[in-house]
């Protein structure tokens, strides 16, 4: 008996899709890996196509010559395919060419739109207005459509204009001033574009709600996301201190800033930048580090007796607790101390996530999805899991990400119904 596979959430909608880098085709990913149909849309001039097909490391890389050494020439443009970032970010979506610069694509365009549940895009604010398809216009070719718009600081207000990525909006937000050591060193920041990430799910929560609220209603909506307010709501209770009791905000490092706790750091390890995190809350657990450490002698300091002589000598014992650790391998020193019931982990680095983190490995976070020219390769999976409507990276077609153009004849010929004369014809004159 043939067992029957379950359905997928987002099984029949389909996603127009024209973000790129990563805030939105993170969005679209998460929606692919549901189980919708993402027609993602390129320009058809090599030098113009998603920036993260640029972003090493690259697949299978073969050096370039000195003059190209990551062999981007973009007369050759097979090279476009072997960003290992834009592969990890677009599984399980079609890829199409459109030059939307032209007459004959817009009008491909306004028959996509009307096919479509979702359109995205994560451009400056207005520039689906000066191609003609503000909101105002993509309803009047498709009354119902979820139009979710990720500009960095939203369509209104005066700073609307402004072109962002996410450490821009990060700085902008406050997030980056929180990042760091305490006063007087400087502000850290974040070490990725953290908001990026954060704006590819309340991206994809806005399509979701959109979807819903059309499913209630019949009707569609224009969704305005900006990159810089999501970060406002990630500041915590700064904001709220600041309004309420006119504190400023002050960053604490590795401190441990609202339950006192001391020892609390990233303290190194044997080996070339290994590190473990150690945190202890009470007498009790200082009293488990030590036996875990074997008692060494600057243990029986008096100012490290009680946890409140230890939070007035911070700098000291961590100096001591690092002379211990770093004789020692990171992975020992967690296991030890979690032996004795201390709260330890180590600080693992990507290679740590993805060959020996056993977490990860149980619950699947990397799993292969196959790409048309390199074959099988990993990515990392959608972190949510449901028990009844399975998701994948690999989307409804489980496949890797698209190779540039690669859906044009399923998308311009199955789906818009164009001739493979047409198809060809449109393709040579530089607009599909």
């Known amino acids: ?35 919708a149909e993402v027609i993602r849309i390129e320009p058809t001039a090599p030098t113009r196509v998603d920036l ?3 972003v090493a490391p690259f697949i299978r890389d073969e050096p370039g ?24 970010v677009n599984p399980g979506k079609r890829g199409i060419r459109l030059n939307l610069n032209t007459p004959e694509g817009k009008d491909l365009f306004r028959r996509l739109v009307a096919i479509g549940d979702v359109l995205t895009e994560n451009f400056s604010a207005h520039t689906m ?49 929180q990042s760091g050591l305490p006063e007087p060193a400087p502000p850290a920041g974040w070490g990725y574009s953290y908001l990026d990430h954060t704006g590819s799910y309340y991206g994809a929560m806005a399509a979701l709600c959109g979807l819903l609220y ?6 569609g909506q224009h969704i305005d996301v900006a990159q810089e307010a999501l970060g406002l709501v990630l500041t915590g209770t700064a904001l709220m201190d600041a309004v309420v009791n006119g504190r400023q905000s002050e960053r604490t490092g590795n401190r441990s800033p609202y339950r006192p706790a001391a020892p609390h750091g990233a303290y190194p390890c044997a080996g070339e930048d290994r590190w473990c995190a150690i945190a202890v809350f009470s007498d009790a657990e200082w009293q488990a580090l030590c036996e875990a450490m074997g008692h060494p002698g600057w243990t029986a300091k008096p100012v490290y007796a009680s946890l409140e002589s230890r939070l007035q000598h911070q700098d000291e014992l ?15 020193v967690m296991q030890r101390l979690r032996a004795k019931g201390v709260r330890a982990g180590v600080v693992q680095t990507p290679e740590d996530k993805v060959r020996h983190d056993p977490q990860l490995r149980q619950r699947g976070y990397y799993v ?3 790409h048309s020219r390199f074959g099988p390769l990993p990515v990392e999976n959608t972190p949510i899991h449901y028990s009844e409507t399975p998701v994948h990276p690999g989307g409804p077609i489980m496949r890797g990400a698209p190779r540039w153009g690669e859906d044009n004849d399923y998308v311009y010929g199955e789906l818009l119904g164009l001739s493979a004369s047409e198809i060809a014809d449109y393709a040579d004159r530089g607009i599909i």
Do not use: C
Request: no cysteine.
């Open 1 to 35: 008996m043939t067992t029957p596979v379950p359905p997928s959430l987002l099984e029949g909608i389909r996603v127009i899709d024209l973000t790129w880098i990563l805030v939105g085709p993170g969005a679209t990913r998460i929606l692919s890996s549901m189980g």
């Open 52 to 54: 993260g097909r640029f």
């Open 65 to 88: 010559p000195p003059d190209d050494p990551y062999g981007l020439d973009l007369s050759l443009p097979e090279r476009l395919d072997r960003a290992g970032y834009y592969f990890n």
């Open 129 to 177: 207005d000066k191609w003609g398809f503000g909101y105002e216009a993509l309803r009047a070719i498709k009354p119902d459509i979820i139009y979710v718009q990720m500009s960095g600081m939203g369509y209104t207000g005066p700073e609307q204009n402004y072109v962002s990525y996410g450490p821009t909006a990060q700085s902008l937000s406050g997030l980056s001033y």
């Open 214 to 219: 059309r499913q209630q209603t019949g009707e």
């Open 318 to 332: 961590d100096a001591d607790v690092a002379s211990w650790t770093r004789h020692h391998r990171a992975e020992e």
């Open 368 to 370: 292969d999805v196959t």
